[in-house]
């Protein structure tokens, strides 16, 4: 089975930081593009970065740019994305996803692979 695992979402107030993570079983994330995407109620998912597989090359979107950092660590065979600088706006469900044949796209429907999501609350 192939599946993957999101957790580290919680309650921070403005200004703070998470960080998430991304555990992949049945399959290497190495060999895939992962992307992270959020949906807050309301609105349509939408992607926000993704880390390229081979390279680990890294887009981001404006809105998170320089915010916002995605990593792997191929040993754990985890993707992680350190939020910084958080916002009441960033508030949303957060998905991990892995895609095979994608390069630097955020397209929800351009991945195959989705984890279960993890809340982000930023509220003081």
């Known amino acids: 089975q192939l599946q993957l695992v999101e957790s580290g979402g919680g309650l921070v107030q403005p200004g703070g930081s998470l960080k998430l993570s991304c555990a992949a079983f049945g399959f290497n994330l190495n060999h895939y593009t992962t992307g992270w995407f959020r949906q807050a109620p309301g609105k349509e998912r939408e992607g926000i970065a993704c880390?390229?597989?081979?390279?680990?090359?890294?887009v981001y979107v404006h809105s998170v740019k320089d915010r916002f950092t995605v990593s792997r660590d191929n040993a754990k065979n985890t993707v992680y994305l350190q939020m910084n600088s958080l916002q009441p706006s960033d508030t949303a469900v957060y998905y991990c996803?892995?895609?095979?044949?994608?390069?630097?796209?955020?397209?929800?429907?351009?991945?195959?692979?989705w984890g279960q999501g993890t809340q982000v609350t930023v509220s003081s």
């Open positions: 880390i390229n597989s081979g390279d680990s090359s890294t």
């Open positions: 996803a892995a895609g095979l044949g994608v390069r630097g796209a955020v397209i929800p429907l351009q991945y195959d692979i």
